[in-house]
């Protein structure tokens, strides 16, 4: 039962992958323009108008099976980031990397045990991990703020090991896509 | 008939009361028994006999007893089992009440005039056949519950020796909803739990209420718009000031003895750490500078030292600063985690929420004699938030029963527990008040 996240995290992460690289050997394939045309638009467009060959669009975060997911799980009192979640790492940080007006929400949170000011640090710490994370993928500090909620937003109330493993967690929220 | 009325009115109740306070309504007029747990055997026998005369809406010799029960030192006589109902001195007869084995006798009665009661009280040592209390108080009948803790306040110190609390309030945060559906309040209800009174509504978390000295102001922290922030607000008028809005924490606000500072958590420096603002200047003084957790600061009585939770050992454990900043050391050595730290009056007693596996109880350090000596003071398994009474005697705290959060009041000695139940939703974040000012 204990091994059931993760594991579910580890197909998620490995369908995403795969559907990352589905969706950008689609793109190649569809626009192979000659190789004198993206040099032209890159110097002379704005980059937000033309996306890059490759790169992700707002679109892409409804659709793409990593860039969807945008939970991470951590385990009791620890705010170390789990090596399964280090796909969604590198999408969202690609992600913000391709779109430089985007703006990211680092939402930490912890389980309902122990005292509610300390948990609140122990969210933000769990903030600050994800949030390092994106940074060491590329993503920009000004793009990414971190609160924490503690154990005030808890997603599930049940008092077991089940329920508290899915509170947990840093949700990641775009402010702007 | 009367049965019919009292349901009716806890039915209507229900939603804005707690539970127990419709159980201690109902106890103080015969009927269900008020929800108490354990005993003491050491508790001294008092017969509590029902007011005579005209006390308007207030049972004022039932919310007596239901206090002095309520406190785990006294053994109240259950009035169905009164032989006799003196209402005034001249008609205590004392080898009755030897009899019936009480130590001390309560009666008393109300005079009605132009929308005020007098209340008249008598207390009787039984063995010496001597009365040691009598005094009179007058109030508006919208006050008697007031005037009703304040006589358990002058019994309870004038035969313990110790002040009473029973006339005091207590600030809580409520919860309803999950996750971001959830609505929160900040309340504030006598010491029983009668008078609830929602002073902040939000949809946005609240939580670590705590008291100015005065008793007139609560400081707590709000996450509305969008980020916590650390708000002082006046109870009677409601009008409020945000304090901090610093970006990352502003947690845990407490205010110091006399008044002027209020110690906080803040993360600005890149992890959360102990500061102490100045309110009338608004100037900030760092007081923990660590790459750890440093937060929920008390203030020691005598406004001299902080008394924190830091994990800068590994797990949480409560530590000690000068209030001036300076090198912190240990305070708590029993148990795998420590924390929210809530000090008795005279600086003796330490409660803490006290982690041991996945078992959260309220544990007391006492450090009246020597080393210190720890004691239980609640059966878990998730039990936190503990706050003294001001008078030391009595500890709150914050429990989960299923999937919800409850209050229970707690002797220090912990032999008895009273529970405090919201009839929907979560209680938590228990804040005892000070003393009140006549």
Redesign the interface.
């Known amino acids: 039962m204990k091994a059931s996240i993760p594991q579910i995290a580890r197909i998620l992460t490995i369908a995403g992958l795969s559907a990352f690289v589905a969706v950008g050997c689609a793109k190649k394939v569809k626009e192979t323009p000659p190789p004198s045309n993206p040099v032209d638009t890159t110097t002379t467009a704005p980059i937000n108008d033309t996306p890059r060959a490759g790169a992700y669009t707002p679109a892409d975060l409804d659709s793409d099976a990593c860039l969807r997911q945008r939970v991470v799980y951590f385990d009791l009192d620890q705010d170390a980031l789990k090596p399964e979640f280090q796909a969604i790492m590198n999408c969202h940080a690609k992600y913000l990397r391709d779109r430089p007006s985007a703006r990211l929400r680092l939402e930490g949170n912890a389980d309902e045990r122990g005292s509610r000011e300390y948990n609140l640090g122990l969210g933000e710490r769990r903030g600050n991990a994800v949030s390092s994370a994106l940074q060491a993928n590329g993503g920009s500090s000004s793009q990414l703020s971190v609160i924490s909620y503690g154990e005030e937003r808890p997603v599930c109330t049940e008092s077991n090991e089940a329920c508290w493993s899915k509170n947990r967690r840093v949700e990641l929220v775009y402010s702007a896509k | 008939m009367w049965g019919r009325m009292r349901k009716n009115a806890c039915r209507l109740l229900l939603p804005l009361l707690l539970l127990p306070a419709c159980a201690a309504l109902a106890q103080s007029r015969g009927g269900l028994e008020i929800d108490i747990i354990g005993g003491n055997a050491a508790a001294l026998p008092i017969a509590v006999v029902p007011f005579g005369g005209d006390c308007g809406q207030t049972d004022v010799g039932g919310v007596v007893r239901a206090d002095l029960g309520r406190s785990g030192q006294f053994r109240t006589l259950d009035p169905a089992n009164l032989p006799e109902r003196p209402t005034e001195g001249s008609a205590v007869a004392y080898p009755t009440w030897r009899m019936l084995k009480q130590d001390f006798l309560l009666v008393g009665r109300c005079v009605s005039s132009g929308g005020d009661y007098r209340t008249e009280y008598e207390l009787f040592d039984v063995a010496k056949q001597q009365r040691l209390l009598g005094f009179a108080l007058t109030a508006p009948g919208g006050a008697m519950r007031d005037v009703a803790h304040q006589i358990s306040d002058a019994v309870y110190e004038k035969i313990l020796g110790v002040r009473g609390a029973f006339w005091t309030r207590i600030a809580y945060v409520t919860s309803t909803g999950?996750?971001?559906e959830?609505k929160y309040s900040l309340v504030v209800a006598d010491a029983d739990g009668f008078n609830p009174r929602t002073v902040v509504n939000s949809s946005e978390?609240l939580?670590?209420p705590s008291w100015s000295p005065d008793g007139h102001k609560l400081t707590y922290v709000s996450?509305e718009g969008?980020?916590?922030g650390i708000w002082i607000q006046d109870i009677a008028t409601g009008s409020r000031e945000k304090v901090t809005n610093f970006r990352?924490?502003n947690?845990?606000p407490s205010f110091s003895p006399d008044g002027t500072r209020l110690a906080m958590?803040l993360?600005k420096g890149g992890?959360?750490d102990i500061y102490v603002m100045d309110l009338a200047s608004k100037h900030l003084t760092q007081i923990t500078n660590q790459f750890s957790?440093d937060?929920?600061a008390t203030w020691s009585p005598d406004g001299n030292s902080l008394y924190f939770?830091s994990?800068r050992g590994g797990?949480?454990q409560v530590y000690q600063v000068s209030a001036s900043g300076g090198s912190a050391s240990r305070v708590t050595f029993d148990g795998s985690?420590n924390?929210?730290p809530s000090l008795s009056f005279d600086g003796k007693k330490l409660a803490t929420?006290q982690?041991a596996g996945?078992v959260?109880r309220i544990a007391l350090m006492d450090r009246s004699t020597g080393s210190p000596r720890w004691s239980m003071l609640s059966p878990g398994?998730?039990d936190?938030?503990p706050s003294f009474a001001p008078n030391g005697a009595m500890v709150l705290y914050a429990a989960?029963e299923g999937?919800?959060g409850v209050l229970y009041a707690v002797s220090a000695d912990g032999r008895v527990r009273q529970r405090l139940v919201l009839a929907s939703g979560d209680v938590?974040?228990p804040a005892w008040s000070p003393f009140r000012q006549k």
């Open positions: 999950l996750g971001r959830a978390p939580l670590s996450f969008g980020n916590s990352g924490i947690g845990a958590t993360s992890n959360p957790i937060t929920e939770t994990d797990r949480p985690y924390a929210s929420a982690g996945n959260y398994s998730l936190e938030s989960r999937r919800r938590r974040e």
